[in-house]
């Protein structure tokens, strides 16, 4: 007869065991990847193994190879680099290191590893998988391990992430890291572009990427650089006297500051390097700028992970564990990618393939290549970079007589301004005049029109809030004085950026046009709110602001929460009916409950929260525990009344506070995200009217411009009427709504 310890002994030895590993450079959003392979693998029945400081804990083995408990990972959701170390490790390369690893492993009983970091580290796992047999057979013949212990363990699951800032990886749009140092990069451009203005200087800033221009291109989108040198796009052999000639035209104009971004990678076109210093000597030299370096280095790599890159990390580490349980022998190792808005899985050895591909292609001055590997956005941002410049054909090209208008409406939020100031400059740049109309719907019908110029929307890219004014007047009742100004002042297209109210004033104004003649020309919604609730996109400007300022706030409250040792903290966040800052806060906080108006409140939810909750402190009181109520969920369950709930049932265990973050949402700086999505959809907008000059009209040539499935759409505004629930004033269908289980999953619920 067994004994219960020894039935529990033989359950445990035929548990599945998942280890993961962290290599090459650490990259924000690591730790967010940690915390959701070990929280998936022990919901899915598994145990988890941390293998410490890289490679060299599988080759080293003891104490560098732990089991993990799931509040082993708490609290590691919101800090920078790995809490299980990274490393580089030399005896990996060799065979006789992964003879040691493969021991490590099998005699602990792992057949499965996830494997974050670079091409490098991925290449390692994959030799690692294809000898592991070999290994196996060489550890049995050398008395090492039993055949038994072989035979159970004669496959080796391999998954591959990446962590890299520099978004280097091909088969991926984003890896983890990326984002959150674009963020470090953008805002201390942000600082010198200040002292840079005070004095009338120039600066130039190194960022880091080697073979891989990505970073230096979205931050110098995202802070309106005025030059950029990156590997893929090597300048013209003229390129001096192009970047002083675009210069000297900014200072005419009245630019005070001179930003140029540099890749530390970036080439000319005979693969030599271009160095800041060159520049400098260039624009000292042949301007007599005072002209600054500075390179950014390290500080690229840290601090605290942003939203997106928690988010990310967080389902491309629960796809990982579901991948390296579904994998089979004959299976090639996955690549979690994220492409077209979705966690994928790509073929690892093809994407690092590419990856090496790419360098292969600068080394071998094939730049077109090197620019067709990297992935669609890539390019197309580089694209509005470029219609971006001054250049001489801009310079010299002459006015023309097409009108275009744009205003914001509804209630602000981050981006609102860069999209005005790359409507502006790309109409400039193309001769037309562009009218900025300034307090939305209100101003147009007061006709608050003005002619924009150059420099008045010189640094807006950094400017949150609204810089034209808005106000949530719709265009219903004044349809005919709407009409009348449009008429006036010759509008030939119009841009309208804001929320929902946005969207509905477009829909208006295209169902009019049998009414208005004015209205018969092409005219753009781009969605721009915090509460990402317009039809017709996944993502709207402001929302990546948001839900950054909603993850700092909580980071902050959590801090309090913890040292208090036993608190909830009920945290309202916007959204109006959509749920959207609440479930994406919630998940890159960390958040134990969160509440949407799409689900609802019951009684029976709040008292089985209580008991939710008490599970918690009863397991650890160090932590502070979020809940994240979004602001229109019940209007019996207030914030409030939540927290005086919790209070009453808590105690003595725990206690509760509010928190209602409001208008805190709205950011103070935009989000480099924001920033970059406001110029692209400024540009397309401006091409999409662009297009439709001297065409006939039709329904198609009013739209909203939105982001599906990671591609640019224009949906006809009409055709959105039966996708938006009007009385919700939200999408019928939210793609974010699918992330909600694994929400809960990481709050322990289905335990
Ligand atoms: P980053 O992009 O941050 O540099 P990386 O993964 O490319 O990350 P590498 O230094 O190339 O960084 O690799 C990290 C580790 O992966 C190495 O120190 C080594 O242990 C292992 N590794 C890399 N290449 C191989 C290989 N060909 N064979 C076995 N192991 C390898």
Known sequence: NESPSSKQQAKSD????????????????????????????????????????????????????????????????????????????????????????????????????????????????????????????????????????????????????????????????????????????????????????????????????????????????????????????????????????????????????????????????NNQPIKCEKIKDVLSKKLNYDTRVTTLGHVQRGGFPTAFDRILATLQGSKAVEEVLSSSENKPSPLIAYNENKITCVPLMEAVQMTLAVAKAVEAKDFKRAFELRDPDFRAAYEISESLVLNKKVLEESKTSVKIAILNCGAPCAGMNAATRAAVRYGLHKGYIVYAVYNGFDGLINGDFKEMKWMDVDGWTMKAGSELGVNRTLPVKNLGMVAYQMQKFGIQGLIIVGGFEAYTSLAKL?????????????????????????????????????????????????????????????????????????????????????????????????????????????????????????????????????????????????????????????????????????????????????????????????VVLGIQQGHVVYTPVQSLVKEADAKMRRPKDQWWLSIRPLLKLLAKYDQ
Request: glycine share 10%; net charge negative.
């Open 14 to 269: 035929f548990k599945r065991k998942v280890a993961f590993l962290m290599s090459g450079g650490d990259s924000c959003g690591m730790n967010a990847s940690i915390r959701a392979i070990v929280r998936v693998a022990i919901a899915k029945g598994c145990d988890a193994y941390a293998v410490y400081e890289g490679y060299q804990g599988l080759v080293t083995g003891n104490e560098l190879i732990k089991k993990m408990e799931w509040n082993d990972v708490a609290g590691i959701l919101s800090t920078g680099g790995t809490a299980i170390g990274t490393a580089r490790c030399k005896e990996f390369r060799e065979r006789s290191g992964r003879l040691k690893a493969c021991y490590n492993l099998v005699s602990l009983g792992i057949d499965s590893l996830i494997v974050n970091g670079g091409d490098g580290s991925l290449t390692g796992a994959d030799i690692f998988r294809s000898e592991w047999n070999g290994l196996l057979q060489e550890l049995v013949d050398s008395g090492k391990i039993t055949a038994d212990l072989a035979k159970r363990h004669q496959h080796l699951s391999i998954v591959g992430m990446v962590g890299s800032i520099d978004n280097d990886m091909v088969g991926t749009e984003m890896t983890i890291g990326a984002n959150t140092s674009l963020h470090r990069i953008v805002e201390a451009i942000d600082s010198i572009s200040s002292t840079a203005s005070s004095h009338q200087r120039a600066f130039i800033i190194e960022v880091m990427g080697r073979h891989c221009g990505w970073l230096a291109l979205m931050a110098s989108l995202a802070t309106g650089a005025d030059w950029l040198f990156i590997p893929e796009a090597p300048p013209a052999e003229t390129w001096e006297e192009d970047m002083c000639d675009v210069l000297k035209k900014h200072r005419q104009l009245g630019k005070r500051k001179v930003i140029i971004v540099v890749s530390e990678g970036a080439l000319d076109r």
């Open 510 to 702: 295209e169902e009019n046009r049998p009414n208005y003649p004015a209205f018969c020309i092409p005219m753009v919604c781009i969605p721009a709110t915090v509460s990402n609730n317009v039809p017709g996109t996944e993502y709207s400007i402001g929302s990546d602001t948001a839900l950054n300022a909603i993850v700092e706030a909580c980071d902050t409250i959590k801090c309090s929460a913890s040292a208090s040792r036993n608190r909830v903290f009920v945290v309202e966040v916007q959204g109006g009916r959509c749920g959207y800052l609440a479930t994406l806060g919630g998940l890159a906080s960390g958040a134990v409950r969160t509440y949407i108006h799409e689900e609802g409140i019951t009684l029976n939810d709040i008292s089985n929260d209580v008991d939710h909750l008490k599970k918690h402190f009863h397991e650890d009181k160090r932590i502070g525990r979020i809940v994240l109520r979004n602001e229109s969920v019940s209007d019996t369950y207030t914030t409030e009344v939540l927290s005086n709930i919790f209070q009453e049932e808590g105690t003595p265990l725990f206690d509760s506070k509010t928190a209602v973050l409001g208008h805190l949402q709205q950011g103070r700086i935009p989000s480099p995200m924001d920033r970059i999505r406001g110029t692209r959809f400024a540009v397309l907008s401006m091409q999409f009217i662009e297009n439709w000059l001297g065409k006939d009209i039709t329904s198609d040539s009013a």
